[in-house]
């Protein structure tokens, strides 16, 4: 186990002191993983860096459900396995859809009806695939996570979701502000 995911689970086990801690927290992080993003272009010659960046990014995000969801040690070293192999598999899900939908996009006028057609079936069946995924993995955190626990994962992971969108805006702000 690394000295960052120690330090990680020594943090969770010393809870903040109130949720003005926590946004202080997620604003300082997020202001940090922000500037990393403009000192690291992600091209594929940073490829080592951005995989840094994300590896930061996912223990951040541990953090964070662990603390939100008052997760033992036992049950973080059962669920983020877990729960990392679910978003895997959403991710290409996506990304498979994302791939039609740039061809079907690039050929323009030249696409046919029914490429148009099958494009915008596999976007609709990739949200129909991504939620059935998440179905069959909550099967899977039912034997780890507590009935609370479980109903609070989807609120935990939209706070977070929404949270990171907020400190991005008020970043982008704060840039746009000092490029004028």
């Known amino acids: 186990m690394s000295v960052m995911m120690y330090c990680s689970f020594k943090f969770i086990k010393h809870p903040l002191n109130s949720c003005g801690d926590m946004k ?19 091209s594929a010659n940073d490829n080592g ?14 953090t964070y459900f662990a603390k939100e969801l008052d997760l033992t040690r036992e049950q973080q070293n059962k669920f983020f396995p877990l729960y990392e192999e679910m978003e895997a598999q959403i991710r290409q899900i996506d990304e498979d859809t994302r791939v039609m939908e740039r061809r079907v996009a690039e050929a323009g006028d030249d696409a046919a009806n029914i490429e148009y057609e099958k494009a915008t079936e596999a976007m609709y069946d990739a949200k129909v695939k991504g939620a059935s995924l998440e179905k069959d993995y909550m099967v899977k955190f039912k034997e780890i996570l507590s009935p609370r626990q479980l109903f609070q994962l989807k609120a935990v992971e939209r706070r977070f979701s929404r949270e990171m969108m907020r400190q991005h805006h008020r970043i982008r702000s704060i840039r746009n502000a000092e490029t004028r």
């Open 24 to 42: 202080k927290l997620v604003l300082y992080f997020v202001i940090a993983l922000f500037s990393m993003l403009n000192a690291f272009p992600l």
């Open 49 to 62: 860096e951005r995989q840094q960046w994300m590896n930061e990014m996912r223990q951040y995000k541990h």
